[in-house]
């Protein structure tokens, strides 16, 4: 679970996250709001990338400052941008990255390279150079990264974006099946194709705050109020 209590945060004299108090379980969360509504900013305090000015975070009742450690191997993140977030040249021993750095042996560091890799359909693409794979492979790659910690809750910010449709279908089945084994899935986006029927919930953010936070059909009614497209068939 993660908690966010009076969160706040400010760059510089700019006051992005305002007082956000909000409570994650291991369900499927849409987070959408228009650019700069704090969306990224969110998120990355769910696992210490930035900290809190006031206000803190709970993953499993630890506040995330105390055990980062721990706020990071219970919290998986993908970002907008995969290529930022890999780490070696080849796909197994960026999968393998986290895990190592976890200090698991061997054994336990191969197999969990070798399910998330099959997870996300590049199981026999090890020695493959990342920067062979398409835009596609790389954010499964990306996800294949974060899954290798087993994280309880997986966050992905704009996963979609730059895939081609196959690819966000495929990346969209991987998402189903995690969901399916109880894993958290918080998609930020604000674009809401597919996920209506998926979603436990939309939390709508604007100016750094929580404008609603319900389930999809609900929600259909409150996006145009925060300048989110609604798609069709909502
Ligand atoms: P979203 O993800 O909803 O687009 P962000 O969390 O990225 O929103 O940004 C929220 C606000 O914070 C925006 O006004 C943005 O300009 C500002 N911001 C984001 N990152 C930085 C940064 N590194 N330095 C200064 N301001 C930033």
Redesign the pocket.
């Known amino acids: 679970m993660i908690a966010v209590d009076a969160l706040s945060y400010r ?2 004299d ?1 006051l ?1 996250l305002d007082e956000i108090s909000v409570t994650l379980d291991e369900e499927w969360v849409v987070l959408t ?10 998120v990355r305090q769910f696992n210490g990338l930035l900290e809190p000015d006031s206000g803190v975070v709970r993953v499993d009742d630890t506040p995330v400052q105390d055990d980062p450690v721990a706020a990071r191997t219970a919290v998986g993140m993908v970002f907008q941008s995969p290529r930022s977030q890999f780490v070696a040249a080849t796909v197994g021993a960026d999968v393998a990255f986290g895990p190592e750095n976890l200090g698991l042996d061997h054994d336990e560091i191969d197999r969990r390279v070798q399910a998330a890799l099959t997870a996300v359909n590049l199981d026999g693409r090890e020695d493959d150079r990342i920067e062979t794979l398409s835009g596609g492979e790389r954010a499964r790659l990306a996800i294949a990264g974060a899954l290798a910690m087993e994280p309880d809750h997986l966050v992905l910010d704009e996963p979609f974006t730059g895939l081609d449709w196959p690819a966000q279908q495929s990346v969209l089945g991987h998402l189903d099946t995690l969901s399916a084994e109880g894993v958290g899935v918080v998609v ?1 986006t604000h674009d809401l194709r597919d996920m209506r029927s998926r979603a436990d919930r939309v939390i709508g ?1 604007r100016d750094g705050q929580i404008a609603f936070d319900l389930p999809p059909g609900a929600a259909g009614d409150r996006l145009s109020d925060i300048d989110v497209r609604v798609p069709a068939g909502w």
């Open positions: 760059y510089d700019e992005v709001g228009p650019n700069g509504s704090g969306k990224t900013t969110l930020v953010l």
